[in-house]
């Protein structure tokens, strides 16, 4: 992740899309925006709203983003990847306000998930579903050479 990146602040189960991490993230950083595209329908809050996908989440569907018209407005929204228009509440709307409001709600998800572990132990993975490829399915681990 770039230093200067907002992004920067999140935690590391999220990939900075305006970075250079080619190396480290598997998905089609340009398929994030058109799928973003693609879902929002006209009867959902952001439609016709230009919208930056600046991050996505490693472990699940969410994408950070920047709003063209209110730099200092950002939203996370988990998208659903069927590749066509949405119907009803989707893609979701997780968090939405200024930089301090999304910092906030990813550090009340990280309590919540601490506080919920037997025994104060975290939980594997903090909770959330492993690292995905491209098509939305985990990432395979890499195998393991013989010793």
Request: proline share 7%; glycine share 6%; net charge negative.
């Amino acid at each position: 992740m770039q230093e200067t990146s907002v992004v920067a602040e999140l935690s590391d189960d999220w990939c900075d899309v305006t970075a250079d991490r080619a190396e480290d993230c598997d998905l089609d950083h340009l398929a994030l925006a058109a799928e973003l595209s693609t879902e929002v329908h006209p009867a959902h809050p952001f439609f016709g709203t230009a919208l930056e996908v600046i991050a996505h989440r490693l472990t699940n569907d969410d994408v950070l983003c920047r709003h063209h018209a209110t730099p200092s407005r950002y939203s996370i929204l988990h998208l659903t990847w069927s590749h066509r228009e949405e119907i009803g509440g989707c893609p979701t709307i997780d968090a939405d306000g200024e930089w301090r409001h999304i910092v906030a709600y990813e550090n009340a998800v990280d309590a919540a998930l601490s506080e919920s572990a037997p025994n104060g132990t975290a939980l594997s993975g903090e909770g959330r579903k492993p690292e995905q490829g491209p098509t939305g399915q985990p990432r395979a681990e890499a195998p393991r050479r013989p010793s």
